[in-house]
């Protein structure tokens, strides 16, 4: 385990890049660690909170327990059959790095999350997604840290509850489990998924929708629409997209004819808040030091030494307007803290 650092600062740890510190911050490696850190009598401080790469936080003031990070960073094959390989992966891995790998070994079923940014680790809290897949497709079962027994206890699938952005870490575990490691299942063979958007078109003008050449269609439609954090902060989507009654779709698509829809099931749709937003007028607005993408309005940035609470007035103000308009409400995706 690490030595405490004080007084630490957090801006180069989040993708907004907004300015605040933790008071305490400490490095981990694996579950033993973390047991042995809770156990500590002489621990600083009872609050904690875990943030690896800080890519959906946004931060509104400083951090006055610890910060714990993770480092472990392996990644092993547990078994490799026809049709499937399963791999253990730590928390502390960089997600593309993972998806690099598996894409060099011919293991599909990430592929279409090329890019995300982010750590393994944070993968399953929100079931990562784009382009058609979600984590939850490729989550085999999830270790993590039960604080309040210091027990460490394996999630299979099904006990992970995952839904569109959410699991059991998010609602039910929030604040009481740390996530240390996952193992995926993967397939051996390319099944690929090229139905969301212009994914198709993107991956034949490289030629066979092989693995790396969907990987690489999606790191290009990624480039063209999503602004790079360590030019201008943000958080990639700042919202979800809200799921909502049918009826709600229907009548709303009476006035606006070309409202994007994706049918969930059980009478449900989720509409597109990017959209939204857009038709709200709001996509390349700006404030002061914080706006709206030009590309995506799903997207908010700190265009240069925002605080916290400028974005989330002017996510407050977005909100306001998507439901006078529309009467849907658009709810953050990113963690606010
Ligand atoms: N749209 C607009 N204007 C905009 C943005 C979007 O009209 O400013 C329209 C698009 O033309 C499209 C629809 O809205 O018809 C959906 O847009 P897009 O395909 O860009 O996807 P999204 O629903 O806005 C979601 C994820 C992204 C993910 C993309 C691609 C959420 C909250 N966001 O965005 O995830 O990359 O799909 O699969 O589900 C993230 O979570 O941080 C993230 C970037």
Redo the contacts with the bound molecule.
């Keep these: 385990m690490g030595e405490f650092r004080y007084n630490v600062p957090l801006g180069p740890m989040n993708s907004f890049g907004i300015d605040a510190t933790a008071k305490y911050m400490l490095e981990f490696e694996n579950s033993d660690e973390l047991v042995a850190y809770f156990k500590r009598p002489d621990k600083p401080s009872d609050r904690w909170t875990v943030i690896s790469g800080g ?2 936080i946004l931060l509104t003031r400083d951090y006055e327990g610890v910060v714990l990070h993770p480092t472990g960073r392996r990644m092993e094959v547990l078994g490799e059959g026809k049709d499937m390989v399963r791999v253990r992966v730590e928390a502390g891995v960089e997600w593309d790095d993972f998806v690099a790998w598996c894409v060099a070994h011919g293991w599909s079923g990430v592929e ?1 999350l090329s890019l ?1 940014p982010g750590y393994v680790g944070a993968a399953p809290v ?1 079931n ?5 897949v979600e984590v939850k497709e490729v989550v085999e079962s999830v270790e993590a840290l039960i604080i309040d027994t210091l027990e460490s206890q394996r999630f299979s699938n099904a006990e992970c509850k995952f839904g ?2 959410e699991s059991v870490f998010k609602n039910r575990l929030r604040g009481q489990a740390i996530i240390t490691a996952v193992t995926f299942a993967l397939r051996t063979y390319s099944e690929p998924r090229l139905g ?2 212009d994914l198709k078109a993107e991956t034949q003008k490289l030629g066979e929708p092989t693995l790396e050449n969907i990987r690489r269609a999606v790191i290009a ?2 480039r063209r ?2 602004p790079d954090p360590k030019e201008m902060g943000n ?7 809200p799921v909502v009654d049918q009826t709600v779709a229907d009548a709303l698509q009476m006035e606006y004819e070309n409202m ?1 829809i ?1 049918p969930v099931g059980k009478g449900r749709v ?1 509409l ?4 939204l ?3 709200a007028g709001w ?1 390349g607005a700006v404030r002061g030091r914080v706006g709206v ?1 030009e ?5 908010l940035v700190n265009r240069g030494g925002a605080t916290g609470d400028e974005v989330l007035d002017l996510a407050r103000e977005i909100q306001h307007d998507v439901e006078q308009k529309f009467g849907v409400k658009i709810e953050p ?1 990113v963690n606010i803290l």
């Design positions: 890519n959906n279409n995300i929100q990562i997604g784009a382009y058609g569109y952005r969301y958007g439609i990624r629409k999503l958080a990639g989507s700042f919202f979800k997209n994007p994706y989720k597109a808040a990017g959209w937003i857009d038709q996509r993408h590309r995506q309005a799903l997207v995706e």
